[in-house]
């Protein structure tokens, strides 16, 4: 098997693709520009529109104002603790790139954005993913609180609620990796420990707009610390030993990287500068 990379002449002239054929690097762009291309992002489009079917459909079917607002807080509530156990025991466990038919799913959803935190494209989750478990996580409470004459209307007020909530996270966790000082002393201590998450130990600090759960679970951590730098911070432990056993990462990835993502090279290619497609192995 040998590793092939794309010519430059092979890698097309971005100004001519449609937006978001285009690679987008939150670490070179602009608050402003980061709104336009988060409303522009076929997921947000996607969540909002949903949000706004599942309000009508509250009007249809209303549960009880009190028992309402019980629903919505509940997703409230829940979303932390569902999303922390998510990104802690699914995304950064080490079984999801051992089984064939989960690789792929794991690649897309995790190991990208830590190949490459500022990565806008792969930053945003997965619908097939996040939408079956905001439903999850959320309509049964709902479902549960709406009462005996308000159940659809529940549901559909906690399920809007997780997933208003998921596009809240989205859009701070892109401010997290925007090139940015934020003014506000909450959004820098979230960006400081997401950051830290990413470029210093990736065992820790889940939380993405809320770190109580890691507080509770032992999760929570701040640069001082943790002394030394994880060597698996960018490949959340998944390196050429694994790959001989579990291939299917490192082959729909055209190889294996694990240092900072400005400064290294994969397959002869800078990130910045890789293709749309990566590069696969050919025999």
């Given at each position: ?171 701070m966790h892109c401010i997290q990796h925007l090139s940015f000082k ?102």
């Open positions: 098997m040998s590793q092939t990379s794309a010519s430059p002449s092979a890698t097309p002239d971005e100004s001519q693709l449609s937006f978001w054929k285009r690679s987008h690097f939150l670490d070179r762009m602009t608050l402003r520009q980061l709104v336009s291309a988060y409303f522009q992002h076929y997921t947000i489009v996607v969540y909002l529109a949903l949000a706004a079917a599942l309000v009508v459909g509250w009007i249809f079917f209303p549960a009880p104002p009190l028992r309402t607002l019980g629903a919505v807080a509940a997703a409230l509530l829940v979303y932390p603790l569902v999303w922390h156990l998510l990104h802690q025991y699914v995304l950064h466990g080490q079984w999801m790139y051992r089984i064939k038919p989960l690789a792929s799913t794991w690649k897309r959803i995790h190991y990208d954005h830590h190949q490459d935190p500022n990565h806008l494209e792969v930053l945003f989750g997965a619908l097939h993913t996040t939408l079956p478990t905001i439903l999850i996580a959320t309509a049964p409470i709902g479902w549960l609180i709406g009462g005996p004459n308000g159940r659809i209307g529940g549901a559909c007020a906690a399920f809007a609620a997780g997933i208003l909530t998921t596009c809240y996270y989205e859009f934020p003014k506000w002393k909450w959004v820098q201590f979230q960006k400081q420990r997401h950051n830290e998450h990413h470029y210093f130990d990736e065992d820790g600090n889940f939380g993405i707009t809320n770190y109580a759960f890691d507080r509770i679970l032992g999760t929570y951590y701040e640069k001082k610390d943790r002394p030394q730098r994880s060597e698996t911070v960018f490949n959340l432990g998944y390196n050429e030993d694994v790959a001989v056993h579990y291939p299917w990462v490192k082959e729909l990835s055209g190889g294996i990287a694990s240092g900072h993502p400005r400064r290294r090279t994969m397959s002869g290619v800078m990130p910045d500068k890789a293709p749309s497609s990566p590069p696969k192995n050919t025999n």
